[in-house]
């Protein structure tokens, strides 16, 4: 089993930035594709970025040259650097990892970009 515990979300003005982190634990395989996923009221789930083991990425087209995912594997952590944030950007965002055959997800954090 794979905890996936989030943190670094919260309240930013429109045009703010805002650093997630992602930390993964207690998998007794590798840590393959990572990523961050997230949900506004009413809206199904949808990626926003992802990224493999030995570093290539992914983004949804709303937020390339705005959002920057990067990871740490000696770490097995996961990074989305989101900057000009706006408000449709609001929502929960959730951390996906991939070990062996299985994918787990974290419980979730709040972004909200609203003056």
């Known amino acids: 089993q794979v905890q996936l515990v989030e943190s670094g979300g919260g309240l930013v003005q429109p045009g703010g930035s805002l650093r997630l982190s992602c930390a993964a634990s207690?998998?007794?395989?590798?840590?393959?594709?990572m990523g961050w996923y997230r949900q506004a009221p009413g809206k199904q789930r949808e990626l926003v970025a992802t990224?493999?083991?030995?570093?290539?990425?992914n983004y949804v087209d709303s937020v390339k040259g705005r959002f920057t995912i990067s990871r740490d594997n000696a770490k097995n952590t996961v990074y989305l650097q989101m900057n000009s944030l706006k408000p449709e950007d609001t929502a929960v965002y959730y951390c996906?990892?991939?070990?062996?055959?299985?994918?787990?997800w974290g419980q979730g954090t709040q972004v909200t970009a609203s003056s």
């Open positions: 990224i493999t083991s030995d570093g290539r990425t």
């Open positions: 207690g998998s007794r395989f590798s840590i393959n594709d």
């Open positions: 996906k990892a991939h070990a062996a055959f299985f994918a787990f």
